[in-house]
């Protein structure tokens, strides 16, 4: 059994170490079970919860994520009527004069697989709640 010395990620430096390794251990295709393999995952953690805190990601827009789904399958507004409603009701969401029903969060969620994180976080009810 190979005995590992991993330390955390507590700066710049042990990023940029952590993530070579990965590199060289993807390089390798290591297969499940082995050493290399429970050593790539446990430097991928401590990789993830060093970016976590210093390179967050925001949760997109709603209307944005739904346009970017939209033409990456290359829907036209009609396509989500199944989902939202009727045209009207779709341009309103779409212009953002109306926001979206728990129903055509859960709807859209289910057909666009978009995160419920992304119609339903603190930025998006801040914005609700102020207009």
């Excluded at 010395?5 to 590199?23: G, L, P, Q, T």
């Excluded at 393999?37 to 739904?66: G, K, N, Q, R, W």
């Amino acid at each position: 059994m190979l005995t590992l010395i991993i330390h955390k990620v507590k700066n710049e430096e042990d990023y940029k170490e952590a993530m070579s390794r990965i590199d060289a251990i993807l390089a390798q295709n290591p297969e499940p079970g082995t050493d290399l393999f429970d050593e790539l995952e446990l430097l991928s953690t401590l990789v993830h919860a060093y970016e976590e805190i210093h390179y967050p990601i925001d949760t997109p827009d709603p209307i944005e994520a739904i346009k970017y789904v939209m033409e990456e399958k290359g829907w036209k507004n009609k396509d989500l009527e199944p989902f939202i409603g009727p045209k009207s009701r779709v341009s309103e969401i779409l212009n953002r004069k109306r926001y979206f029903t728990l129903e055509q969060i859960n709807n859209l969620h289910k057909e666009l697989n978009i995160p419920l994180e992304v119609f339903i976080n603190d930025k998006v009810l801040e914005a609700t709640v102020n207009h």
